[in-house]
Structures are given as structure tokens and as C-alpha cells.
């Protein structure tokens, strides 16, 4: 239970950080969505790669890589959403 809540929470805060750097203007639900999306694709990736999930202190690694992803993912979304208007 604790692991969803966290991962949401951890996804909030990468979609917030990821919208700041794209500067896209999206909802806050969008925003929380596409930002753990980035994390759980995030996490995907560093697993295919045999990162280790459990690691000591703050993990620099997975905040940069998940952020990129989410990145991404707002990137894709607002590109599509512009594209339909």
C-alpha cells in the first residue's frame, strides 16, 4: 500500500519538476498522471538495465532518469494536444 502511495507521490513531484522544465501548460491531474507514468516507465527502463531498486541515501540516478522520462511523456502529450487544436 505504501509503495502506491509512494509512487504517486514520487510521480507528483517528477511531473511537476518535468513540466517546469518543458514549460508546458498542462492540468495538475495531467500533470500527476504523466508524471507517474515517467516513473513507472522510469523504473521500467533501469530494471531492463539491471539497475538495483534498492539503493542507500537519495537515488540521483532514478530522480534524473525518471524526470527525462516524464519529460518525454509531457512532451508527447502536449504535442499531441497542440497538433489537435
Known amino acids: 500500500m505504501f509503495n502506491i502511495i509512494g509512487t504517486i507521490i514520487f510521480g507528483a513531484v517528477i511531473g511537476f519538476l518535468a513540466k517546469f522544465f518543458k514549460g508546458a501548460n498542462l492540468s495538475v491531474v495531467a500533470t500527476v498522471v504523466l508524471g507517474v507514468a ?9 530494471s531492463l538495465f539491471g ?30 494536444r497542440m497538433r489537435n487544436k
Do not use: E, H, K, Q
Not at 515517467?38 to 533501469?46: A, E, H, K, P, R
Open 38 to 46: 515517467g516513473v513507472l516507465l522510469g523504473n521500467l527502463i533501469l
Open 51 to 80: 539497475y538495483p531498486t534498492d539503493t542507500s541515501g537519495i537515488d540521483w540516478i532514478r530522480w534524473v532518469v525518471c524526470t527525462l522520462v516524464a519529460m518525454g511523456a509531457i512532451g508527447f502529450y502536449a504535442g499531441g
